[in-house]
């Protein structure tokens, strides 16, 4: 029975490896306890092992961190809901990033349109500033598709307030948006990242909160961090300085942060500006 039983063992393992390994021929009983070793080791590959399960984990925590922040600083900014003070506040903020240095020295500054839906601190002053002082203006537009995961935000160059377009159904964010392309209806807007583009000088970055060391927890869809880092790596020009404005209430003792997640060289709000010690 002792027989038998092994037999049928050796038959099932046999089976198994024949239809896992095709290529294997001539398995017999002497060789059995290489079959044994080898599907031990296949199981072994396919098992996940505790590092990454352990990553998986600190990834979800990470994820919980971040989603509770939001919702908090979505409550904290309801708080700004009275139209003057959100006014006030913001023309203090605009106010506070046109005196930094960073600002005033740059001759290229990306900046962003803010949404009033999203409680983003008003920027249009800034950019009318900036376009007044001669310098060279890029806001951002998200180009490619959500669904497809093509999704991605390039900073596009803007020489007019009236070129700044109100949400409509080519707008992915529902934001507005610089169109891509030129009031001839051919020309492509000039992009930063083209290749005769002249290097930026400051990105000045909106986020849902930032901490005083400069650190920046966006909406999650990764934008900012993904542009960051591609300028970073390009070949002809140094990084961008990066700013994050913010109201005060958005700053909070610490951001958690992710490998990929971008530090601000600066933060300014309505009252203070933080300097990061990155």
């Not at 990470?62 to 908090?72: F, G, H």
């Not at 001669?134 to 390039?154: E, I, N, Q, S």
């Not at 601000?264 to 990061?276: A, Q, W």
Request: charge should be positive; aromatic fraction near 6%; charged fraction near 25%.
């Amino acid at each position: 029975n002792n027989s038998v039983s092994k037999f049928f063992i050796f038959t099932s393992w046999k089976r198994l490896m024949l239809r896992r390994y095709p290529n294997l021929k001539n398995i017999n009983k002497s060789s059995s306890s290489s079959v044994v070793m080898m599907m031990a080791a296949s199981s072994k590959a396919h098992a996940p092992s505790s590092s990454s399960s352990s990553s998986s984990s600190s990834s979800s925590k990470l994820n919980a961190e971040k989603s509770l922040i939001r919702k908090n600083i979505k409550k904290a900014l309801k708080t700004l809901d009275h139209d003057d003070a959100f006014t006030k506040l913001g023309a203090n903020a605009s106010f506070r990033l046109a005196q930094t240095q960073a600002f005033q020295s740059a001759t290229t500054i990306a900046l962003y349109v803010a949404s009033e839906r999203l409680r983003e601190v008003p920027t249009r002053d800034a950019i009318a500033n900036a376009l007044a002082l001669g310098k060279r203006v890029y806001l951002p537009r998200v180009v490619g598709d959500f669904a497809a995961g093509t999704a991605t935000m390039r900073m596009l160059e803007v020489t007019r307030m009236d070129e700044i377009e109100a949400a409509d159904e080519t707008s992915a964010m529902k934001l507005e948006e610089p169109s891509t392309i030129l009031s001839d209806g051919i020309t492509p807007r000039p992009d930063v990242e083209d290749e005769d583009a002249p290097p930026l000088h400051l990105v000045v970055c909106p986020g849902v909160a930032f901490d005083r060391s400069g650190g920046r927890l966006g909406r999650g869809a990764g934008f900012y961090d993904t542009f960051l880092c591609r300028m970073a790596k390009h070949a002809k020009h140094a990084p961008p300085r990066t700013l994050g404005l913010c109201f005060d209430v958005q700053v909070v003792d610490e951001v958690p942060r992710g490998e990929h997640d971008i530090v601000m060289g600066e933060v300014v709000t309505e009252s203070t500006h933080y300097l990061s010690t990155k």
